[in-house]
């Protein structure tokens, strides 16, 4: 079957960039957000990571409260600078999350769309970047003009979005945890572990490069099979976290208590001649 996230002859992928002028409107102006927290924090993640954190968000079992997620993704504690935290002012703070809810808007739809083919245009489509393909469409006078480069090479196709999706199974890992079912388990498992796949570097030989594909190729062809695997598993973990529903807590029962011992409330009587009277 052909893959239905590869490039086709010309050489484009189906992913890449094919958003409509309002969703580039959006994705520019939260990255734009980030870049901005950049500048006094160098730990804020690149959109792609949190595109792929929104995205595993949607698909946890319970509904993660925007005040529990948003200090673990971008940091600060809401206690400090009037309750904004990590962003300068509370309109900042504002811009940001109407951007985010615009684009969570997106990816959930696209999640709950019955979709057999990645082709379709419903279908899911990360905001993600060929990392490794800019760069090597730079010419080399713009390289040199290039802040140093971080240790090691630029992330793989899928890599930074795969890791922000992991991120969220990590740190919210009793909201992730197997079920009793052995059927549901093994396929959470397989799902989450073809989103791991992209959370290693591409090293396979490169066969197309999706910022400009007049540049030298730089995405394997298994990575582009591996890329679509994972945003199918994506919407596998979505529809078992909504089958599954919240984790319930099992109920704790009280110890029996006998009518002639001392009532559990420390009035000092019998039970039978207090609370179980």
Aim: hydrophobic share 40%; glycine share 8%; aromatic share 8%.
């Amino acid at each position: 079957m052909t893959d239905p996230h590869a490039p086709d002859s010309a050489g484009h992928g189906d992913e890449a960039l094919a958003f409509d002028d309002a969703t580039i409107a959006t994705l520019e102006a939260l990255d734009t957000a980030l870049d901005e927290l950049r500048e006094h924090d160098d730990s804020i993640p690149e959109w792609e990571f949190c595109e792929g954190f929104m995205t595993a968000l949607l698909c946890t079992r319970r509904e993660i409260a925007q005040d529990e997620w948003l200090p673990v993704l971008l940091g600060g504690d809401g206690e400090e600078n009037d309750g904004v935290a990590p962003f300068a002012s509370a309109g900042q703070r504002t811009r940001f999350l109407m951007h985010w809810l615009a684009r969570e808007s997106q990816v959930r739809t696209a999640l709950q769309a019955q979709v057999d083919d990645l082709s379709d245009p419903r279908a899911l489509e990360p905001a993600v970047l060929d990392w490794r393909g800019m760069l090597a469409a730079l010419p080399p006078e713009a390289l040199a003009e290039e802040p140093e480069p971080e240790p090691g090479p630029a992330p793989s196709y899928g890599q930074l979005w795969a890791m922000g999706f992991l991120a969220v199974v990590d740190i919210w890992d009793g909201d992730w945890a197997p079920p009793r079912d052995k059927d549901i388990a093994a396929d959470m498992e397989d799902a989450l572990g073809c989103i791991a796949v992209l959370t290693e570097d591409d090293h396979a030989t490169p066969r197309y490069n999706l910022f400009d594909e007049q540049a030298p190729p730089s995405v394997s062809e298994q990575r582009m099979h591996d890329f679509g695997e994972a945003i199918f598993a994506a919407y596998d973990l979505h529809a078992i976290a909504r089958a599954l529903g919240p984790r319930v807590l099992p109920v704790l029962h009280p110890p029996k208590v006998g009518r002639n011992d001392p009532c559990p409330c420390g009035s000092g009587k019998k039970y039978k001649k207090c609370c179980g009277a």
